[in-house]
């Protein structure tokens, strides 16, 4: 399967949809809608020894309600991921990393989005000061490694990043 064509027919703030054909073979096309996200990162960032991390409670327009979930947010346009990585983690929970590890990317939802999210795995934290943008209001916690993957076996853990994420940094940090 090739893509062949892109229209796009909505421009938006965040992201843009388009209408993109592929061709699938045998002279036949296939035209699908795709959500174009400039693509974001999630941090899992521990100031101590690695049991215990830093998690924002924040309401998430999406699905309308507030969400535990580990610091994330959008790349700026020519930011690579990993100085996303450490301005948001700063932005939002006043807190600066001196060793970031890259812990590998995921699709949120690829049957109609080409939104891709960095995850990285943050420690050494020096304490500084949170710097949030105009709309978001957050509260910051200290959760345990051990407390979240509870959480989400339980289903008390609804962001998918987070989910893949904890899991991640649970494997990384037993190894």
Do not use: W
Request: proline share 3%.
């Amino acid at each position: 399967m090739q893509k062949i064509k892109t229209q796009k027919v909505y421009e938006g703030v965040i992201v843009d949809v388009s209408m993109d054909t592929f061709d699938i073979g045998d002279h036949q096309t296939f035209t699908a809608e795709v959500v174009n996200h400039p693509g974001g990162v999630c941090i899992a960032a521990s100031p101590d020894d690695n049991t215990s991390f830093l998690m924002v409670k924040q309401f998430r327009f999406g699905a309308n309600k507030e969400l535990l979930e580990f610091p994330a947010g959008l790349i700026d346009p020519h930011e690579p991921h990993e100085q996303s990585a450490l301005r948001e983690l700063e932005e939002e929970t006043g807190y600066k990393a001196h060793a970031l590890v890259y812990l590998g990317q995921l699709y949120l939802s690829p049957g109609g989005s080409d939104e891709v999210i960095h995850m990285y795995y943050a420690y050494d934290l020096e304490k500084t000061q949170q710097n949030l943008d105009e709309t978001e209001s957050l509260s910051v916690e200290l959760v345990s490694l051990d407390h979240l993957i509870q959480d989400i076996h339980k289903g008390y853990i609804e962001d998918g990043k987070t989910v893949a994420l904890a899991l991640k940094v649970k494997a990384y940090i037993e190894q």
